[in-house]
């Protein structure tokens, strides 16, 4: 018997986990329907890139910030930068 590194992941576990990696930065309904979306194949990492609009800039931007734990000036600056220059995708 092969030790669970050997073990590649089904399809539908691949899936799941690309989708998982696109739907950062989303939360609540929006990730609800962006996952069910991408999971039945409907949106894929292929997908032309579509613009982010400045609320999910903003909840991508939080996130990040949140999870370096910046505080005051050093926050402000990483939130100004982050907010133009943006990734096109979510």
């Known amino acids: 018997m092969t030790g669970p590194a050997a073990k590649t992941p089904t399809p539908q576990q691949q ?8 739907a950062t ?17 409907q949106t894929t990492a292929m997908a032309a890139p579509t613009k982010m609009t400045q609320q999910q800039k ?17 926050r402000k600056t990483f939130m100004s930068s982050c907010l133009k220059n943006a990734p096109a995708t979510p």
């Open 15 to 22: 899936r799941m986990s690309d989708c998982n990696k696109q």
């Open 25 to 41: 930065g989303k939360k609540g309904d929006d990730r609800k329907a962006f996952m069910s979306s991408c999971l039945k194949g």
């Open 58 to 74: 903003m909840t991508s931007c939080n996130a990040d910030a949140k999870t370096k734990a910046l505080k005051g000036a050093d």
